[in-house]
């Protein structure tokens, strides 16, 4: 912890030191942060930006932290996370929403304004942020098809707003993820629609979620990236993998694309099954299985 960083470096935020990350990972597993902090609003994370950019600090910006491994090393820096920033607001058919609102709760306030066309992200557990950043996807919709623009902050610390094309959205990428922005806010175009059809696509889709997917246990979702023409958790569970198990971390036996913690499970542990996983599908299908869920964090 070399960097000139100390407790009260920002003015009116809690900087907190060696915290660890388990405590905030849906996986639960992870090491410590060198350095924690919760910004409330755009002015903070503005200054924040501006600081570790002048200072050389790594900066790293969580969400909900449900699409990542933090390695059990911790992570380098300052760690931002944006969950506190999370105020949804709606004006005629557009919901705005901040980086840190929970996905869901922006569904369930597009419901209740009776507009339609986040039902597809009902039971999707990440940040506004975290979704724009990964165009997270189910059931057939995705974020591109629904963001208007995004409102972001560049390294250098200025505010852009990015319109859905140049957010450059593909499958589980945006420009987010090349330009090395934070995602301040998005805006999401929607349709006026019928509150009970809203409401019961999205149980429907949550019932289904809940049939298909080990919700009971910790986990980061789907691990791996549908492959060209295959589906990662068929091609896992063709191979015999369910229920292989490295330490704590285990191939789901309800849904053979995750990988769930069955009781004190570390990063190490969910790297091991990953490998596992990787090899074997290679050795037996000859595809190779990338990873959707982010892995970061020093060994
Ligand atoms: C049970 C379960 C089910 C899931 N189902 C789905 C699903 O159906 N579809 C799907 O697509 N995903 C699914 N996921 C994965 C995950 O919820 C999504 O990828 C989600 O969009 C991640 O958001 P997050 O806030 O948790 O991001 P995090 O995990 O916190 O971060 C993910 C990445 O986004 C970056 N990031 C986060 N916020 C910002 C920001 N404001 N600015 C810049 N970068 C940011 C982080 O640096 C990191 O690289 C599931 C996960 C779980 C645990």
């Not at 809690?14 to 660890?20: D, G, I, K, W």
């Not at 209740?112 to 009902?122: I, M, N, T, V």
């Not at 929607?190 to 809940?210: H, S, V, Y």
Request: hydrophobic fraction near 40%; aromatic fraction near 8%; proline fraction near 3%.
């Amino acid at each position: 912890m070399t960097y000139q960083l100390t407790a009260d470096t920002f003015a009116g935020l809690t900087l907190l030191a060696n915290e660890p990350l388990a405590k905030y990972t849906h996986t639960k597993t992870g090491g410590p942060a060198d350095w924690l902090v919760f910004p409330e609003t755009v002015a903070q994370v503005q200054a924040i930006v501006t600081y570790v950019h002048d200072h050389q600090i790594p900066l790293t910006v969580l969400g909900n932290a449900s699409n990542l491994i933090v390695k059990d090393g911790g992570i380098a820096g300052l760690v931002m996370i944006l969950t506190k920033m999370k105020h949804i607001e709606v004006h005629d058919t557009i919901v705005t929403a901040q980086a840190g609102a929970a996905y869901i709760d922006t569904t369930i306030v597009a419901r209740d304004h009776h507009l339609s066309g986040l039902e597809f992200a009902a039971g999707i557990p990440g940040s506004v942020g975290g979704a724009v950043f990964m165009n997270a996807g189910a059931y057939g919709g995705e974020t591109k098809h629904v963001v208007k623009s995004a409102t972001v902050l560049t390294p250098a610390g200025e505010i852009k707003t990015l319109s859905n094309q140049e957010l450059d959205f593909g499958y589980r990428h945006s420009a987010v993820q090349d330009d090395n922005l934070v995602v301040l806010a998005a805006d999401f175009q929607l349709t006026p629609g019928d509150f009970d059809q809203i409401k019961a696509e999205m149980d429907d889709l949550n019932a289904r979620r809940a049939a298909k997917q080990p919700l009971e246990l910790p986990s980061c979702g789907s691990v791996f990236k549908r492959p060209t023409g295959y589906f990662a958790g068929k091609l896992i569970h063709d191979a015999g993998l369910q229920g292989y198990t490295v330490g704590g971390a285990q191939v789901s036996t309800k849904h053979a694309g995750f990988i769930v913690n069955i009781g004190n499970g570390t990063a190490t542990d969910y790297l091991a099954v990953i490998r596992h996983v990787q090899a074997t599908v290679k050795a037996k299908f000859g595809v190779d299985l990338e990873t959707e869920v982010r892995i970061i964090g020093r060994d």
